[in-house]
């Protein structure tokens, strides 16, 4: 089974790829290199190490955006999804900063908190812990309630239904909203690059551009993707040793 997911996963990266290829011989575009003018580059810049020294920059809001964002929205979406009263009070804070149009309040952030690594963290925060803090409400809101009931009935004392009940059930759920937290981070911190100031890989994607050398910025922004897949990758296999045998919780049951 593990291999048969193995090769579907490589065939359609290949596909991908393929099409990809196929689209830059065409071109669909003269500013839309093939894949391999892209992956030129892209080694290129990997042996001259100008792609690990963007990486240095890009990371640094990226890596702690994303580790706020996780703590505070895994703490709470648990504490929303436990008390009505706190779902009434902060759910509607966190549905508005999810439709909030970022790229008009960048502006205000660089006002108030000027254009170095603080900016960009807030706007890495306000792309990946809504979705945290609403998936992970939800899955608390919907852990069964049978469960959590035979428990009391065994005395049970409310951490330890916290903890052995209700966040094994939530797990699914969790991780689906930590995934997709991961990746709006992402989006967040090139944004913030391009957005704030350019530095790190939103600084490799705009000079690319404004010179035209185009297989430069698709590999800049493939490898962004290329990241992305990895940290999404480590999350799925974090919660299989964390939560192991727990591949379907009692959430979408």
Not at 160 to 183: D, E, M, N, W, Y
Not at 201 to 206: E, F, L, P, R, Y
Request: hydrophobic share 55%; net charge positive; proline share 5%.
């Amino acid at each position: 089974m593990k291999h048969r997911s193995l090769l579907l996963k490589v065939l359609s990266a290949l596909l991908v790829f393929g099409a990809w290829e196929i689209a830059g011989r065409i071109p669909v575009s003269y500013a839309f290199p093939t894949f391999i003018e892209s992956m030129t580059a892209l080694a290129r810049m990997t042996f001259d190490g100008s792609i690990f020294v963007a990486y240095a920059e890009t990371l640094k809001p990226l890596i702690t955006g994303v580790a706020i964002s996780t703590v505070l929205g895994i703490g709470f979406g648990l504490w929303i999804g436990l008390s009505t009263r706190f779902e009434w009070l902060f759910s509607p804070i966190f549905i508005v900063m999810q439709a909030a149009p970022l790229a008009a309040l960048i502006p205000l952030l660089v006002m108030v908190y000027g254009i170095g690594l603080t900016s960009k963290v807030f706007v890495v925060c306000i792309m990946s812990m809504p979705v945290i803090v609403l998936s992970t409400s939800s899955a608390v809101r919907n852990t069964p309630a049978s469960m959590k009931e035979m428990a009391k009935s065994f005395l049970a004392k409310d951490r330890h239904i916290l903890l052995k009940i209700i966040i094994p059930a939530a797990s699914p759920v969790i991780f689906s909203g930590l995934r997709l937290g991961v990746s709006a981070g992402f989006i967040g911190a090139i944004l913030a690059e391009l957005k704030i100031t350019p530095t790190g890989v939103g600084d490799i994607i705009s000079y690319s551009r404004s010179i035209a050398d185009y297989p430069s910025m698709y590999a800049a922004i493939f490898s962004i993707i290329l990241l992305a897949v990895l940290f999404l990758n480590l999350l799925e296999k974090t919660e299989n040793i964390l939560f192991k045998g727990n591949d379907r919780g009692y959430v979408s049951d």
